[in-house]
Nanobody, 126 residues
Framework: QVQLVESGGGLVQAGGSLRLSCAVV???????MAWFRQAPGKEREIVAA????????WYADAVKGRFTISRDNAENPVYLQMNSLKPEDTAVYYC????????????????????WGQGTQVTVSS
């Protein structure tokens, strides 16, 4: 069974940086990937997405210019570099993987992803 293993969350002061990583294990396939987040009392929202090839990316307006999603190739872990963190970035961050037949397409809806990680807490103090 495909599993997503996340790491890199933690507590950081406003203005600081964190890097999240997500590895897809127990599979030789490649996937379109994304990071979502969910703050207490709020709905899950997409933060950033990347295509299977890594050549296409998408960001939510709230994180543009501060966060970067990347992958070295289709099989390696996916990373989310988060800079200039703000208290409103505090949430549980989830990695997601989608079985996409297309190499260059990014997906922004939760329903377009098939596998989810367990979540990692990111807390930004003011």
């Amino acid at each position: 069974q495909v599993q997503l293993v996340e790491s890199g969350g933690g507590l950081v002061q406003a203005g600081g940086s964190l890097r999240l990583s997500c590895a897809v294990v127990r599979t030789s396939s490649s996937y379109a990937m994304a990071w979502f987040r969910q703050a207490p009392g709020k709905e899950r929202e997409i933060v950033a997405a990347i295509s299977r090839s890594g050549g296409s990316t998408w960001y939510a307006d709230a994180v543009k210019g501060r966060f970067t999603i990347s992958r070295d190739n289709a099989e390696n872990p996916v990373y989310l570099q988060m800079n200039s963190l703000k208290p409103e970035d505090t949430a549980v961050y989830y990695c997601a993987a989608g079985r996409s037949p297309l190499w260059s397409i990014v997906y922004s809806k939760p329903t377009e992803y098939d596998y989810w990680g367990q979540g990692t807490q990111v807390t930004v103090s003011s």
